[in-house]
């Protein structure tokens, strides 16, 4: 667990897309958004969200750093909003 925590610690992002996800906080709904993100059935625990939605994450970086005309800024805002709130539930658990 501390290593996906300090993991997430780790990444550098744009200040704007981090203030936009931590402003979602406030509205965002584990059962709804998760399983929407993630198109799952049920909402995976924490340390199971987490890592999926770090490679996603990982991935949306990667294209909008290419300047690939297929980034979403508001798929990436959605999944640093997960990323965040599933970290914080993971922080709560411990």
Known sequence: ???????VQELH????LIRAA???LAEYNRNRDLKR???ASTAPTPDRALPILMEEEER?????LEG???YSFIRHIEVLI???AEVRLLR???
């Open 13 to 16: 992002r744009p200040r704007l």
């Open 92 to 94: 709560s658990c411990a």
């Open 37 to 39: 993100l993630m198109r």
């Open 60 to 64: 949306i970086e990667a294209t909008r």
């Open 68 to 70: 690939d005309a297929s």
């Open 82 to 84: 997960a990323m965040m």
């Open 22 to 24: 931590r402003a979602g």
């Open 1 to 7: 667990m501390s290593d996906l925590l300090s993991m």
